[in-house]
């Protein structure tokens, strides 16, 4: 009664006007985009800059192809394992958040840049230790477990772990108990006991009721777990909700795999911050600390040759979009068809570096990404004709 009483005709129109000047002020840099179906349309706004990375192909390639160093971070879940691999059917689908197996095809294209001397290449990670299992066979692969928690460096076969993450782990009784609690009240949902993080997962729950305990699960976490230094994230997306050591996150991590590409890479060749590639790509949440790392330090080193990209088109700190993960598929082909071609030009003809970039530049136009299911190297696509060069 006294919001109806407090809440006349001039508030709710000044309400209104105001929301039509906020509106007004988004035109200039903002573009309204329409998504969803039925019911659930609704509408966003992107940033102008916000851009496909399918239509700056031949940017993006030239600027991995002319660096002289290379850095490349990478998501797990979503971006090189397609989401779908970690289960069969909806029948068989796992409670828990599960590995899933990156494809052969992936691990050949990650193998072939990783191998490259001039380049580095990361994945950061929810996942255990066990994420080393995906990538069996990729030695010199950067893999960045439980967000930073436990860190296994190129050609390195053991994980060291960060002792700021694994100290002090008293927290996760306070949150396991009240986890459990929710486990037994909610059908179909799991608790995932991480060495340093603990997992809500309602993935297989009713969609309406697991929603509606998410919501009420993050409230009392956030209240019991204040007092400690972890931070509570719900993700949408994949329907778990997290706890974890604020240390643990991907823009930390992602600062800690530059500073590692500079002195390993950058300092000791004489290589400026302006010749360096640098490409960050993930589908959720958590990579947007990734995207807000690499755009910081990107556009003080090498603003012309650094890329965030984002697996789908929404609100993000990156700023490119590749629709799905068969298009991130598809660009890790380009660049490592890329990359094979150009050591084969230098090792077997003795061609000089600006005469490889040309031949590469030729093969360049002959095409771009491809929206079918990529096939293997060679075989479709952009290079084609390059792979058929002598």
């Known amino acids: 009664a006294e919001y109806m009483g407090g809440y006349d005709f001039v508030k709710w129109a000044n309400g209104f006007l105001g929301d039509l000047k906020k509106h007004a002020n988004l035109v200039g840099g903002e573009v309204?985009?329409?998504?969803?179906?039925?019911?659930?349309?609704?509408?966003?706004?992107?940033?102008?800059?916000?851009?496909?990375?399918?239509?700056?192909?031949?940017?993006?390639?030239?600027?991995?192809?002319?660096?002289?160093?290379?850095?490349?971070?990478?998501?797990?879940?979503?971006?090189?394992?397609?989401?779908?691999?970690?289960?069969?059917?909806?029948?068989?689908?796992?409670?828990?958040?599960?590995?899933?197996?990156?494809?052969?095809e992936v691990k050949t294209y990650l193998n072939e840049l990783s191998q490259d001397p001039s380049s580095m290449v990361c994945v950061i990670s929810g996942h255990e230790r066990k994420l080393s299992e995906a990538f069996d066979g990729v030695p010199n692969m950067c893999l960045f477990a439980e967000k930073g928690a436990h860190i296994r460096w190129p050609g390195a076969s053991n994980w060291t772990t960060n002792v700021n993450a694994a100290h002090n782990l008293e927290w996760k009784e306070a949150a396991l108990k009240l986890l459990k609690t929710y486990r037994r009240k909610t059908d179909g949902s799991d608790v995932v006991n991480k060495e340093t993080a603990v997992v809500w997962v309602y993935n297989n729950t009713d969609p309406e009721f697991g929603e509606m305990q998410a919501i009420e699960v993050e409230r009392y976490l956030n209240r019991v777990m204040k007092d400690y230094h972890v931070t509570v994230r719900r993700y949408d997306h994949t329907r778990i909700i997290e706890v974890l050591p604020r240390n643990c996150n991907k823009y930390e991590s992602t600062i800690k795999i530059i500073k590692r590409f500079k002195e390993q890479m950058l300092i000791p060749n004489n290589v400026k911050p302006s010749e360096v590639f640098m490409l960050g790509c993930g589908n959720d949440r958590s990579d947007e600390r990734m995207f807000e790392a690499l755009e910081q330090v990107g556009k003080t080193w090498c603003p012309a040759s650094h890329f965030t990209c984002s697996v789908g088109m929404k609100p993000s700190n990156a700023k490119y979009y590749v629709t799905d993960q068969s298009m991130v598929v598809e660009m890790l082909r380009i660049l490592s068809t890329c990359r094979s071609r150009t050591r084969k030009l230098e090792v077997g003809t003795g061609l000089e570096w600006s005469n490889t970039n040309s031949v590469v530049d030729s093969a360049l136009r002959m095409g771009g990404f491809k929206n079918t299911k990529?096939?293997?190297?060679?075989?479709?696509?952009s290079f084609t004709n390059l792979s058929s060069m002598g």
């Open 32 to 104: 309204c985009v329409t998504l969803g179906w039925g019911s659930n349309v609704r509408l966003i706004y992107l940033p102008k800059d916000y851009m496909s990375l399918k239509e700056h192909e031949s940017r993006f390639v030239s600027a991995y192809r002319r660096a002289k160093k290379r850095l490349l971070v990478f998501d797990y879940g979503g971006t090189l394992m397609d989401q779908e691999s970690s289960f069969s059917s909806f029948c068989t689908r796992s409670r828990r958040v599960a590995l899933g197996f990156v494809s052969k």
């Open 374 to 381: 990529p096939g293997k190297v060679g075989q479709s696509g």
